[in-house]
């Protein structure tokens, strides 16, 4: 059985339509990234914020190359860098900032391992870390997601999530999120793999 044919099988049971976008679609490829750290995802996910992936996929390379010969910088790395290098590498002054607090944070242990959170509940973690500078709920559930591999995560405020939703049900609007959370319960305990065919349900015919 695949690792995610028990989330499929209950997904399709007690939702017919959200079924009907399973078997469109196909298997669910999601892997989180198990070898990236908690502090990597997080400045990973802030500059990521209000920019599409490729202006921002392009900024990041530019930070990292300030650090060469590493794959990403470590805390401390971050910490020595002076701000104006990073803004000189298309941060804007929050983000440089969010940075900071991170990499700081991670040095003192606020910004946990893997290893620390293996056990931590899902919304313990989004409590803890968003006190970190331009770290919201949303960014925490990236983490969750994509590199804790946690399987019930419905990332309600998630653009792709709501219209991915709005688009599968034939809704004329996309839900408020508070709505997407009512409705989201019946998908427990596999909200994180109903989440990520509303995501690929941007990509695909849905049949009617």
């Known amino acids: 059985m695949s ?7 209950h997904l399709g049971r007690v ?3 959200l079924g009907r976008l399973i078997k469109t679609v196909g ?10 750290s908690p502090f990597e995802a997080l400045v990973t996910s802030v500059a990521f914020q209000q920019l599409n992936g490729v202006a921002a996929a392009t900024i990041l390379g530019r930070v990292k190359a300030l650090f060469p010969g590493k794959k990403f910088p470590t805390p401390e790395d971050l910490l ?12 804007s002054r929050a983000k440089t900032i ?3 607090d991170i990499a700081a944070k ?13 056990r931590v509940p899902d919304a313990e973690i989004v409590e803890r870390l968003t006190t970190l500078r331009g770290v919201g709920p949303w960014t925490v559930e990236m983490l969750l997601i994509f590199t804790l591999g946690r399987t019930d995560v419905l990332p309600v405020t998630d653009f792709g999530v709501r219209k991915g939703f709005a688009l599968t049900y034939g809704w004329k609007d996309m839900p408020e999120p508070k709505a997407l959370l009512a409705f989201g ?16 349900a941007l990509d695909v015919k849905i049949p009617d």
């Open 80 to 91: 020595a860098m002076p701000e104006e290098r990073l803004r000189g590498a298309g941060l």
């Open 15 to 17: 939702d017919p339509i």
């Open 98 to 100: 969010a940075f900071k």
């Open 106 to 118: 991670a040095v003192t242990g606020d910004v946990p391992s893997r290893r620390a959170l293996a």
């Open 185 to 200: 319960e019946r998908w427990r305990p596999y909200r994180t793999t109903a989440s990520w065919y509303f995501w690929r």
């Open 3 to 9: 690792m995610h044919q028990e989330a499929l099988e």
């Open 27 to 36: 298997p669910c490829t999601l892997r989180p990234k198990d070898r990236r």
